[in-house]
């Protein structure tokens, strides 16, 4: 079983980012698991801390990531959730640990290692 979980949501070329208060750094929303919670059941559960008034559609597992950051040298191990569907307010819920929350294109901006992994696979650079 992964230890955290990740969403990805892309809409007219954007996607859903927030933005952690202690490095400044931008990732796909998402959280650690808590005790026996599956992986879905942790990221509803950390969208509603993080984002509270976010509404989703179905989530759809796209890939459980086991792997060492070649740059960090940090193991990953990620339950990546997509869903096509999102709407509401980007309302920042948890203030101590998320401080801004976007529609944007995945580039051009500093990423965690893990969402920068995601980026890469599902928004490949082109040619």
């Not at 400044?24 to 059941?41: A, N, Q």
């Not at 869903?83 to 101590?96: E, F, N, P, V």
Request: aromatic share 6%.
């Amino acid at each position: 079983m992964a230890k955290s979980s990740k969403l990805v949501v892309a809409k007219r070329g954007q996607v859903l980012l927030v933005r952690r208060r202690r490095d400044r750094l931008w990732m796909f929303p998402g959280g650690r698991k808590r005790g026996r919670e599956s992986e879905k059941d942790c990221l509803r559960r950390e969208i509603k801390e993080e984002l509270p008034k976010l509404k989703l559609g179905r989530l759809r597992l796209w890939k459980e990531v086991k792997a060492r950051n070649r740059l960090s040298g940090r193991k990953m191990s990620d339950a990546i959730f997509l869903t096509s569907k999102a709407s509401g307010h980007l309302t920042i819920g948890d203030k101590r640990e998320i401080d801004k929350a976007t529609w944007r294109k995945p580039r051009g901006i500093r990423l965690t290692p893990t969402s920068r992994y995601i980026r890469d696979k599902l928004f490949p650079k082109r040619g």
